[in-house]
């Protein structure tokens, strides 16, 4: 299969300049040595969008996203990374030069999202052939027209499913991807399509790419309606949206995003011109899907359906964006009716009023559980207390208590203060800060901060510096998950003579969070001057916190030990007592070298 050639890209780098592509965009004004203006991709007033021509990156200090020139092609325009090489050889009248890869000498990733591709079109056609026609006419039944069966590239499955295998098996992929792919199911008889005999909805990434399917079954009596992709290395559910690949740039430019719950509800309300919503991918709405959709926008409009179901997913769903500072309304779909029936049935305008009307979520849940559930106003109080209280944010904590206080009539000053009471009970219990996940250790924790530093000293333009590290440091040293990653791309041009690459390696992060800290940290490299003795000073501490972390570990295991290795676990405990002793005449050591 032919690829766009790594001179094409490499090409493409090192042509298009990102002050001149983003002005395309946006109005840039230069301040000292950055240029300035609105962020493209979340609503401000004040300009905090940082473009560095230098470094080929840019950085919104607003909503954190950051990247380099081919990353800003991607978000702006919603495309792929080959399509936003592409569309910048186009602008500067680069010729594209493409190269043939077997299929075997690509990684399972690789390999992974060809097998999706291939199996996408494939469903695809068969929903066009003449024995499908029953299929393509359920559609139109259900008033789908034939331009959003091709949009959401919507296929069928039919019961004889060895053609796709046999295709797939022609093209020699590895026996890996072919299971991995989750797209078979293994029997006595061999291989067999896993969602045959359904109507297919692929899943795409933001970038159009596909990552998963789902398939719906025609046949009233088969208790599974839906079934959906395992999780693959390609795909996992609770960081994908259905459709979003189609809808975020509506969504950054309306400045607000409808969620919903049904693959049919997204593709009424794009059929019907709204065209700033998404939809879960078929799980329950998580911490992590709420930090993607922060990224395109804090005004949530949740519309489930209409069934006690429904409105109680929409509670769940609201108090876990509130927890995320992201400002969730429901919109009051009526009794037994989900977003699909009821735009069909009443059209776009009656739903964009019900939008306009949309309830704040401490609202809608008073509203639900004084009438619909009979629950008395003080059990309500308590459980909005319990929720305000996950809420990460001081100040959208205390907006949400005051809210509260208002609809319920109580003074605003008990409600806060029983909001602070019950967050200083609940954190007399955290566990150790070691065992928090990434998301929930704050940038201004001292072993971030000692990482950050520990980046900015890799990111050097003194050689002698960069190789000092090479030859010393051990990446299980870091605890941050982000820093890893971090360290594992710079590596390998830690003991190269060359400046580091920052705007090849900037376009070539995937992962949005990862992106948007190296971008943080390179912005800031201007303030630090980097030295030896920064550097040796910078290891010590990184060793010797690993050290004292194995050494708690040992005293933990002595106590709880009865006889066994007691001698052993004493004698590790003093080795690593004196290696701590140690570490800083290990390290002048190495200065005196």
Avoid at 214 to 232: H, P, W
């Amino acid at each position: 299969m032919a690829q766009i050639s790594e001179n094409t890209i490499e090409l493409v780098r090192t042509s298009a300049d990102i002050v001149d592509v983003i002005s395309g965009y946006m109005e840039l004004k230069k301040k000292g040595r950055n240029f300035f203006g609105l962020c493209p991709f979340h609503g401000e007033k004040t300009p905090s969008f940082s473009v560095n021509q230098e470094k080929q990156i840019y950085k919104c200090f607003g909503c954190g996203t950051g990247g380099g020139v081919i990353n800003f092609i991607m978000e702006i325009e919603a495309l792929s990374f080959i399509d936003a090489i592409k569309k910048l050889a186009e602008k500067y009248g680069i010729k594209i030069e493409t190269s043939q890869q077997d299929t075997r000498t690509k990684n399972l990733k690789e390999q992974l999202m060809e097998i999706n591709q291939i199996s996408a079109d494939y469903y695809h056609e068969q929903l066009f052939i003449s024995k499908n026609q029953h299929i393509l006419e359920y559609l139109k039944k259900r008033h789908f027209d034939e331009d959003i069966i091709k949009s959401f590239k919507l296929g069928f499955s039919d019961k004889d499913s060895s053609q796709l295998l046999k295709f797939l098996q022609q093209k020699k992929f590895s026996a890996e991807a072919m299971k991995k792919s989750g797209l078979f199911n293994d029997s006595d008889r061999g291989y067999y399509d896993r969602f045959y005999s359904r109507l297919i909805f692929p899943i795409n990434d933001v970038h159009s790419n596909v990552i998963a399917f789902a398939g719906r079954s025609l046949d009233k009596n088969n208790q599974a309606k839906y079934i959906n992709s395992i999780e693959t290395p390609i795909y996992n559910k609770s960081k994908v949206f259905y459709g979003l690949d189609l809808t975020k740039k509506n969504i950054l430019s309306e400045k607000y995003a409808i969620l919903v719950e049904g693959y049919f509800d997204l593709m009424r309300l794009y059929q019907h011109g709204i065209t700033n919503a998404l939809a879960i991918s078929g799980t329950a709405f998580t911490d992590m899907h709420a930090s993607i959709i922060k990224q395109y926008s804090t005004n949530i409009m949740i519309a489930f359906d209409g069934d006690i179901a429904g409105k109680k997913a929409a509670i769940r769903t609201g108090y876990t964006l509130l927890k995320n500072s992201i400002n969730p309304k429901i919109i009051s779909i009526p009794d037994n009716l989900d977003p699909d029936d009821w735009v069909q049935n009443q059209g776009a305008d009656t739903f964009l009023d019900s939008v306009k009307n949309a309830t704040p979520i401490i609202n809608f849940h008073y509203n639900y559980q004084t009438s619909t559930e009979n629950q008395p106003i003080n059990e309500f109080i308590t459980d909005s207390i319990n929720e305000i209280t996950l809420i990460k944010d001081p100040i959208f904590k205390e907006i949400t208590a005051k809210n509260l206080s208002e609809i319920v009539n109580v003074n605003e000053e008990k409600v806060i203060a029983a909001v602070n009471a019950k967050a200083f009970k609940k954190n007399q219990f955290k566990k150790d800060t070691s065992t928090k996940q990434e998301s929930n250790i704050s940038d201004n924790n001292p072993n971030i901060l000692l990482e950050d530093d520990f980046i900015r000293l890799c990111l050097s333009k003194d050689y002698s510096i960069r190789k000092l590290i090479f030859d010393h440091m051990q990446k299980d040293w870091l605890q941050s998950k982000n820093h890893k990653a971090i360290y594992d791309m710079i590596y390998i041009h830690l003991n190269s003579e060359n400046e580091m690459p920052i705007d090849v390696l900037t376009n070539n992060m995937s992962d949005n969070n990862i992106r948007n800290k190296f971008t943080d940290l390179v912005l800031n490299l201007d303030n630090m001057e980097p030295t030896k003795t920064m550097v040796l000073d910078c290891l010590i501490q990184l060793e010797k916190r690993i050290l004292k972390k194995q050494l708690s570990k040992l005293k933990i295991n002595l106590k709880s030990n009865q006889e066994s290795d007691i001698s052993n676990i004493i004698k590790q405990i003093t080795t690593t007592e004196i290696v701590i002793k140690e570490l800083a005449s290990k390290y002048q050591n190495i200065d005196a070298k």
